[in-house]
């Protein structure tokens, strides 16, 4: 099966995080599972642009990004915790290649508005080299940092992971994408949600339940399965564990 998974930025700094994730990758991988591992970095990030002495701003979660930012960004995403990944699998004996949209043009992205504001530097996913991802998973656990090539001006672009994340699992008609959080799931009046449908996440985005980073989370479901991929579950590390063990677990996103 070819399997997506977003892992966010909350926890990508916790040993013990990286060591959950690293064991269901390398379980996945020996039951001949074909992963792109799509990250986040969402805290690391905020941490340098706060020393860097620039402000943090988001857009129903998504993050305001000018040039300066983006180089933080890039920097983060691509550089630092795309290649922590990739060490902690090695390590594990689990093969790993690190790359971004921007090698072999994997994700070209266009840029995005949204409710009218405008989002700087960032983009959406316009296209995705399929044929180079193929050919990479069979062979490696292809750990992907979202930024991506601008269509337009061949410079690069943020893309929220989430949205990275969707397009590839519909591009790849991935058969299982699973977007791995701090939270179990979505979570309403104390409980997770076992389901998602469009209509009631917009009613719970209207009604203040669902905010931030969650927004592009649900939307990334919903666009993931809309666009081919077969299942979409939000839920966390342990959450993640239970489904790729044929469990139920966390929110899953239908239409
Ligand atoms: N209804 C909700 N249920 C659960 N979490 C919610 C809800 N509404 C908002 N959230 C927030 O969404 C957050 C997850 O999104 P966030 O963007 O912070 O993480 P991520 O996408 O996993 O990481 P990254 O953005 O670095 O990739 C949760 O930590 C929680 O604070
Ligand atoms: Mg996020």
Do not use: C, W
């Not at 004996?93 to 994700?107: E, H, K, Q, Y």
């Amino acid at each position: 099966m070819k399997i997506v998974l977003k892992i966010g930025g909350n926890e990508i700094d916790e040993a013990a995080f990286l060591t959950q994730v690293t064991s269901l990758v390398g379980k996945l991988r020996k039951a001949n599972h074909e992963i792109v591992l799509v990250h986040g970095g969402g805290k690391e990030i905020t941490g340098l642009l706060k020393k860097l002495g620039i402000e943090t701003r988001f857009v129903d979660g998504i993050r305001y990004t000018d040039a300066q930012s983006l180089d933080a960004t890039e920097m983060i995403l691509s550089g630092g915790i795309n290649k922590r990944l990739v060490k902690t699998l090695q390590l594990a004996g689990v093969s790993a290649l690190g790359a971004s949209g921007v090698d072999a043009s994997i994700m070209v992205a266009e840029r995005i508005t949204r409710s009218g504001e405008d989002l700087g530097l960032v983009g959406e996913i316009s296209a995705i080299n399929v044929r180079v991802v193929e050919d990479l998973i069979r062979q490696f656990v292809l750990v992907l940092s979202p930024v991506s090539l601008d269509k337009n001006s061949g410079a690069s672009l943020n893309v929220n992971a989430d949205h990275a994340a969707a397009a590839m699992a519909s591009f790849l008609k991935a058969e299982l994408v699973i977007f791995l959080s701090n939270v179990p799931g979505v979570i309403n009046a104390g409980s997770v949600l076992p389901r998602i449908q469009e209509r009631e996440f917009e009613e719970l985005k209207k009604n203040g339940v669902i905010t931030g980073g969650m927004i592009p989370k649900v939307e990334s479901g919903l666009r993931a399965v809309k666009g081919g991929a077969r299942i979409a579950f939000i839920t966390d590390a342990e959450g993640a564990g239970r489904i790729s063990s044929g469990e139920i677990a966390g929110t899953q996103v239908t239409v």
